[in-house]
C-alpha cells in the first residue's frame, strides 16, 4: 500500500507492520481458497480472482489490531481476519452486478462478472460467504475453541445479514434518487459498511486470551460504530475527489448512480468536517480503553486519511 504524502497519524513502524499483515492475509487467502484446479474450475478460479491480489485488507488489519488489546494469539486471528475479508469480497463482488451498481473495475481490474460473467460472479458471492463460515467452523482446529468459534460465527453472521451489510445495501439500492435526512443516510452506511467494520474489532476481541472489562468492551463498540461509519464517510468523498486510476474503482460513481451520499447531502467542505469529527470520537474511545490500542489508533488515522 503507498499512501502519498498522507501519512497523518501513523510512522513508518505502522507502515511495516500493515505491510507484513497484508502479505500473511494473501498468503492465508491463497491457502484456504480452494484451487483452481478444483472442480468446477471456473467457479475457483472466479473466487481466486476476486479475493486475491488486491484490497487494502482493512477488515483484517482490524482484526490483528484489536487482538492486540486482549492478547489473542495470531493463528485464531488469522482465521477471523480471512473469514471477514472474504464475506467484505462477497460483498463487493454483488455490490458491483449490473443489477447493483453495475461496476466494470474494482482494486485496478475488471469486476468480476466481467471478467467472468453474471451468474459466475452471483455464485462466487454465495461460495465466498459460506467458505468464511466453513473456515470458522473447522473441526480440526487448534487455533480456535468451540466458544471462539461460535462466538465468531455469531458476531459475523449478524453484520453480514439483514441487520447488517445486506440490509443496508438493500437501503442502498431503495435510496436511489432519493433525498435521504442526516439520520437516514448515517443508518444507510453504518448497516452497508460500518456493520463489517465493526464486526472485525469485535471479531478480532473475541479471539483473546483475556476478555475486556464491560467498560473497555463498551468504548471499544463505541470506536468501532465511529470507525464504521468514517469509512463510508471517507469512500464518498473519495468517489467524489478521487481519480479512478488511484481508486482502482470507477470514480463519480454515486453521482453517475444517483446515490445518497454524504458529500451529496453535506457537500464536500462539511462531509471532510464529519470525517473528522468521527476520526477524534473513534480516538477518545480507544483512549479510554487505554492499554495495546496504538495500532487500531494508528489504522483509524489510516482510514481518515487513504486515498483508496
Ligand atoms: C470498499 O471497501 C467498499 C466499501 C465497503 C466502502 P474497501 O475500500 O475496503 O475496498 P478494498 O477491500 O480495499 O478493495
Ligand atoms: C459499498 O458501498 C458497500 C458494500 C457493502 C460493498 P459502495 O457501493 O460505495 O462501495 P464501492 O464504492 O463500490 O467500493
Ligand atoms: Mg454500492
Ligand atoms: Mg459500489
Ligand atoms: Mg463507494
Not at 473475541?206 to 468501532?224: I, M, N, V, Y
Not at 463510508?232 to 454515486?254: F, H
Not at 467542505?269 to 473513534?282: H, P, W
Request: proline share 3%; glycine share 8%; with cysteine.
Amino acid at each position: 500500500v503507498t499512501l502519498g504524502a498522507t501519512t497523518v497519524g501513523f510512522d513508518a513502524a505502522f507502515h511495516d507492520w500493515m505491510a507484513t499483515t497484508q502479505a500473511q492475509v494473501e498468503t492465508t487467502l491463497a491457502a484456504e481458497l480452494h484451487a483452481s484446479t478444483t472442480l468446477p474450475h471456473r467457479l475457483h478460479s472466479a473466487m481466486r480472482y476476486a479475493a486475491l491480489g488486491g484490497g487494502k485488507r482493512v477488515r483484517p488489519l482490524l482484526v490483528f489490531a484489536a487482538g492486540e488489546i486482549v492478547d489473542a494469539p495470531a493463528s485464531a486471528l488469522r482465521k477471523a481476519a480471512v473469514a471477514i475479508e472474504l464475506i467484505h469480497v462477497y460483498s463487493l463482488v454483488h455490490d458491483d452486478l449490473p443489477c447493483m451498481d453495475n461496476d466494470t473495475l474494482r482494486r485496478g481490474r475488471p469486476t468480476c462478472h466481467v471478467e467472468y460473467d453474471e451468474a459466475t460472479a452471483l455464485l462466487v458471492g454465495d461460495a465466498l460467504q459460506t467458505r468464511a463460515f466453513e473456515l470458522l467452523v473447522s473441526a480440526d482446529d487448534s487455533a480456535l475453541t468451540p466458544a471462539h468459534q461460535l462466538e465468531l460465527v455469531r458476531i459475523l453472521a449478524h453484520a453480514a445479514g439483514s441487520c447488517g451489510m445486506a440490509g443496508g445495501q438493500a437501503i442502498d439500492l431503495d435510496s436511489v434518487g432519493k433525498a435521504l435526512s442526516v439520520a437516514e443516510l448515517e443508518l444507510m452506511h453504518a448497516l452497508k459498511t460500518g456493520a463489517l467494520i465493526r464486526a472485525a474489532v469485535l471479531m478480532g476481541a473475541a479471539c483473546g486470551k483475556t476478555t475486556l472489562t464491560p467498560a473497555a468492551s463498551e468504548q471499544l463498540d463505541r470506536f468501532a460504530k465511529r470507525a464504521g461509519l468514517l469509512f463510508q464517510v471517507v469512500d464518498d468523498i473519495l468517489d467524489c475527489t478521487g481519480t479512478t486510476a488511484t481508486l482502482g474503482k470507477t470514480a463519480g460513481k454515486d453521482a453517475a448512480n444517483d446515490k445518497p451520499t454524504y458529500v451529496n447531502l453535506l457537500g464536500l467542505t462539511a462531509a471532510r468536517e464529519l470525517a473528522e469529527t468521527l476520526r477524534n470520537d473513534a480516538l477518545q474511545a480507544l483512549s479510554a480503553i487505554g492499554a495495546q490500542t496504538g495500532r487500531l489508533n494508528a489504522l483509524t488515522c489510516f482510514i481518515a486519511h487513504r486515498e483508496f
